[in-house]
């Protein structure tokens, strides 16, 4: 099957899935509620990730794709922009939030819908692809900013596009700015294997400086297809940086990201943040608190050498940009709140939520 035609086939519906899997009450719960709540965020699920779901309910890859009535209760410090990332939407497409990186929104379509997913407000919003106006005002924002080193693709996930017009947003970047280095943001090869084929890879080669961040959870995501996906990318010279998210139930143990880590490293892959989760609205159910997560490193950092091992990091709530969970940023605590110290030196808080 082609990746357009496994994409064609995704799982959109309860028949569907029930076709497949035998609902949890929870999962049918989320389905019998959704419905009447615009803003629940829909079911989408490649037949690739879909076979990597076990029957069990607590399946790792099964809570990361399946949604569970838990989705739906939003807490009060919950936002649908939990970065705040739309104070610094310069262009309806383009994010500048760090002095030297921009992030254009490349499309608000993703092979899978990630339950835990922060920009759930924009993927699958029906927003679509950038439009060739769109880009050509983001060529004039880069040519105009010198100070942007590093562009960021994406959305949603860029890899969802075609080669064109995946291709046309690299090349009307380096239009801009031609020393620019890209960096594509994608849960694909996890997602979506096949995706990866020989054609896109000669492409992305000829964009280099060009490096993929690739969105990986749990080891059994590196199965036979993703592993050759991934060997097709090393081989075709793409240096490639993994992001994983820190989630309930998934792999909040050291011994899942020990596995994790390992894999990616010895197929290629560096490590390069383990997030702590973000407060987007209907992720509580995931978020593992703090203390646990310093925990699982303290025990990882005795485990694994630096290269395996990523930096534990977050977005601080309200806007404070991203820093590393050491203990230079921490100041303190107050109530139920851990104190941070953002990088530009105000101080934020994220909550302890010690008791989930
Ligand atoms: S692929 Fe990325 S943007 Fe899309 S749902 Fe998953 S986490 Fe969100």
């Known amino acids: 099957m082609s990746w357009q035609e496994e994409l064609r086939q995704r799982v959109r519906s309860r028949e569907q899935l029930e076709r497949l899997i035998s609902l949890t009450p929870e999962e049918r719960a989320w389905f019998a509620r959704a419905g009447s709540r615009p803003e629940s965020f829909g079911l989408n699920i490649t037949p690739h990730f879909l076979s990597l779901v076990s029957g069990d309910p607590g399946d790792p890859i099964r809570r990361q794709c399946v949604p569970r009535v838990e989705e739906l209760s939003f807490l009060p410090r919950e936002s649908g922009d939990p970065l705040e990332e739309e104070k610094h939407r310069v262009l309806p497409r383009l994010i500048h939030r760090y002095r030297d990186r921009a992030l254009i929104l490349v499309t608000d379509r993703c092979a899978v819908a990630c339950r835990h997913c922060f920009r759930r407000n924009f993927a699958g919003s029906g927003e679509g692809t950038v439009s060739p106006e769109e880009l050509r005002a983001i060529g004039e924002y880069l040519a105009a900013h010198g100070e942007i080193g590093e562009v960021i693709l994406s959305g949603g996930d860029p890899l969802s596009l075609e ?194």
């Open 163 to 356: 080669d064109g017009r995946l291709f046309a947003v690299m090349d009307a970047v380096r239009a801009a700015r031609e020393g620019i280095v890209l960096r594509l943001g994608t849960r694909t090869p996890a997602a979506l294997p096949s995706r990866i084929t020989p054609r896109l890879v000669r492409g992305l080669a000829r964009r280099r400086p060009l490096w993929g961040v690739l969105h990986l959870n749990h080891p059994r995501e590196l199965g036979p297809e993703c592993t050759a996906a991934l060997a097709r990318l090393v081989d075709g010279g793409i240096p490639l940086l993994s992001q994983t998210v820190l989630l309930r139930g998934v792999n909040d143990d050291p011994e899942t990201l020990e596995e994790l880590f390992r894999g990616l490293v010895s197929r290629g892959v560096k490590p390069y943040y383990l997030f702590q989760g973000d407060l987007a609205r209907g992720t509580a159910h995931f978020r593992v608190p703090l203390s646990r997560g310093w925990e699982i490193m303290r025990i990882l950092r005795r485990r694994l050498s630096a290269m395996a091992l990523p930096v534990y990091a977050v977005d601080l709530p309200g806007g404070g940009g991203k820093i590393p969970l050491t203990e230079s940023f921490l100041r303190g605590e107050e109530g139920d709140s851990w104190l941070f110290q953002s990088v530009e030196g105000g101080v934020f808080r994220y909550p302890k939520e010690e008791e989930k």
